[in-house]
């Protein structure tokens, strides 16, 4: 089996300090002593296995997405979990026989963006794919890039069309469309200087103050910035023409990141068959009136699954209505063992690496790939924006300091790591994390923030279990430290229970988030772990420390509307 597959910030992996006892000398390595405030019984995990009892990588079936109990917050987690475990379990005859269940025929591969700013569905088959894609930056409500200020303010990033000599068009203020050619920001300057190809200074931005940011969810907000792009420096302006400050691995959202092992990160988009169905019965008048929201009822569900059986297809698992998935992976033998990662077969794009300075595309390759990240998002009773959860391998990055309760109600702290083993940072690592030292440029690999040459980064996972430092992320648990509490108590539940050398164990659950009520997400509803970023997806919108506020998944997945997934407003339908 073949997958497209796209590349992608690399992730981190977290390793626990002296004052808890720690769970495995490893990467990321878990507090023993957590309160159990949230976790998965002996019998109701046993349930969750085919066979009814724990075996190793033993199948398990998904969550009823349709009777979620919908208690906050531990039924979300449990919820997340299952998923998790059943989509990396082996597939079953009801799934194809083969491979693992988000590898199946009951999934489906999503295309980036083509040139129509339309994507395509690819069913999974035996058959190889015909090219593999680079990966999209991470997009906001517009489906634009996305960058932060180092305010924590977001943008959505717009970049001009080039002109004759390739430089950006800007329109100056009598209304005229001009070449930019140089511009310069002096000390002091809020707005640059910008000339044209003849010299001549270019009055493009009124007098204004800054341009009005755009509403605001989960307190952070997002507008609109134009990237400039002269001579090989960038500037980010916003709607007054004013620069954007940015932190360091900031000004570009189209950064490449690279594990310490040299490998690049790739990226794979997946929906299942109920998204599918869903997407082409809406578009081509199958489902009338079409859907304004993801299923959450018997009644949603029962249109898609009639419209597929008109149509001769069949719904593997119709219980956990619609799902997408996002995945992120690197060459398996970049790895230490890869026996302890999630592996598949892929069709990856190949680069010519001769110049330091410029990787050229030059082709394509199949090979194994091991599995860094995951993010699980699926519709479920009560909840059309949908349940968003992400996990991550444990060996990926180190994490920020963060506290927790042992099972005495002690606050516990757990600092930062500055030395460890970890796939996406340096042992002891020094200088700036997040720092971008590489982007893509009209396909080719160049340079980041450090024009010396392309290098690995050193990466961190800031909000290590969803929560900002010393702030709550709901309103259940009343801090940050109750509401970590609960994810490593999960954790340990869970992987715990597995069998010996079970591979799902290497994988950590850092969080879920959703609305009240599955509301339209505002700056006041969303809970769970509200401050959630998977390094691999998320890298350059977590601020720059554990107690920046950062972003979430719902300031750019901003609804309750069949708008909240990225690629279902523009997917072409399957027939």
Known sequence: MRHTLHFVPAILCLCVGALSPLAEVRGQALPTDAKPTCVVDPPMFKSWFDSGSVSLNGTIGPADSINFPDTPNCSFYQWSERMFLWLASPATSRFGGSGKVFESPAFFDVTPLDESNHRKFIPHSSTPLSIASIRTPQNGPNDLPVVMSNTGQLFEVVTPPAGPKGGPLVQDLSGKVIELARMEVGSGQTKPNLFGTDGTKIEAFPDLPAAAAGSAVGGAQISIARKLSVGGKDLLVDGAGDVIQTEVGQANSDGVLISQNNSLVYYVTTVNDVFAYMVTGAANGGISPAPTQFPVTPSDLDKIAAFATANQKIIAAPETLAIELKTSWV?????????????M?????????????KWKPNGQKTVSLAMVGMHVVGSAKGHPEMIWATFQHVDDVPTGAYTYLDTAGNTKTVAQPSSGTWLFSADNPAGVFNALKARFDSGDIIPGDDPSGIAPSNTIRW????????????PIDGSDTASNTEIIAINNSVRSQLAAGDVRANYV????????????PTASNQVGTSMLANSTMETYQQGTQAGDKGSNCFLCHRSNQTGVSHVYKVLNPLF
């Open 509 to 520: 659950f850092v969080g879920a988030t959703w609305t009240i009520g599955g509301a339209s």
């Open 463 to 474: 909000k290590t279990w969803g929560a900002v430092s010393g702030v709550s992320p709901n």
């Open 331 to 343: 060459d398996a033998s970049s790895v230490a063992d890869a026996s302890k990662y999630i592996t």
């Open 345 to 357: 077969d892929a069709t990856v794009p190949t680069f010519d690496m001769s110049d330091p300075k």
